[in-house]
């Protein structure tokens, strides 16, 4: 009779173990190997490896030629902000009264700034007597010889702070 606490006994289950997962083992390669054998068949259907190089080759010109197309509308695209910024695109107009005890806010402040902040700003001062029409020019948000007044710092202030394409 067969003893399992032999020695003996237990090396050939041992044995019988270690073979039986060694068949599963290959059973589970085996399969495997057919399964990915099939999709190599399916994938090289009809192709050889040059006509495989070759399209890669054909990719990798494509690739090369898009990236340099990409290249051509970065540089494109950086000379239109270049140009937006300068273009006249911030604004702000400020109405008041300068004589506070006579006539109404019929007086103003326009300024008219690119994206640097430079431009220029427009002041109508209207009185009993007439209207009277200045422009000053401004460099970068500060004043370029001509002082700005109360209302025309004001102006000029908002202007700046007025959203333009984002960088």
Not at 49 to 58: D, R, S, V, W
Not at 74 to 94: I, P, Q, Y
Not at 97 to 114: I, R, T
Request: some cysteine.
């Amino acid at each position: 009779m067969f003893q399992i606490d032999s020695p003996s006994g237990m090396l050939t289950i041992g044995s019988a173990v270690l073979a039986g997962s060694a068949f599963c083992l290959t059973l589970f390669l085996f399969f495997r190997q057919r399964t990915l054998d099939t999709k190599l068949a399916l994938f090289f259907s009809g192709k050889s490896a040059k006509t495989l190089e070759t399209i890669l080759i054909e990719q990798l010109g494509r690739t090369r030629e898009l990236d340099r197309e990409i290249q051509e509308l970065f540089d494109a695209l950086e000379k239109l902000r270049a140009l937006s910024l300068k273009g006249l695109h911030k604004h702000a107009v400020l109405r008041f009264n300068p004589f506070k005890e006579v006539g109404s806010n019929q007086s103003f402040s326009v300024a008219l700034l690119d994206g640097d902040d430079s431009g220029v700003v427009i002041s109508s001062l209207h009185t009993r007597e007439g209207t009277r029409v200045y422009a000053k020019p401004i460099q970068k948000g500060k004043d370029a010889g001509f002082p700005f007044t109360e209302e025309e710092k004001s102006v000029i202030l908002r202007a700046a702070a007025a959203k333009i394409i984002p960088s």
